[in-house]
């Protein structure tokens, strides 16, 4: 299964690649967290093969390993552990309009257990990431 969210952010793509390759930024537009990255099996510091560990104050750390680094057009990254989904993917596309607007599509898919909760659950945590990245790299700068 598969859910996404489009926005569009009034900043250039380099602006908001800046603030989604920024793994340890995380906790800025998600407060409450708190990130730390494993580098050494990257390509470039962040970038593919890098481990991303994403603590709450209450709950499991969710594991994610990048496995694209697009600088200005794409990130994605998979669950390692942590997460209540089986095979759980995120993909964020950026797409420049113009030189000072971004076009933001996060995408998230994984294998259901409980098809029809899973599905409403994760069109809601792709809201919530998108919307709150999104309001948080509108305030930035």
Not at 15 to 41: N, Y
Not at 66 to 71: D, G, H, S, Y
């Amino acid at each position: 299964m598969q859910t996404s969210s489009t926005t569009v952010i009034a900043r250039p793509v380099t602006d908001v690649w800046e603030a989604l390759a920024d793994h340890r930024g995380i906790s800025r537009w998600a407060p409450g967290l708190r990130v730390t990255v494993d580098d050494s099996a990257a390509t470039v510091p962040g970038g593919v093969g890098a481990v991303r560990r994403i603590a709450a104050r209450v709950g499991p750390t969710v594991v994610e390993r990048i496995t694209a680094f697009e600088p200005g057009r794409r990130l994605a990254y998979e669950a390692l552990g942590g997460l209540p989904f089986r095979d759980y993917r995120g993909v964020v596309d950026l797409r420049a309009r113009g030189a000072a607007e971004t076009e933001v599509t996060w995408t998230l898919s994984a294998r259901p257990r409980v098809p029809v909760l899973e599905r409403l659950a994760l069109a809601g945590v792709t809201r919530l990431l998108l919307s709150r990245f999104a309001a948080a790299t509108r305030r930035s700068r």
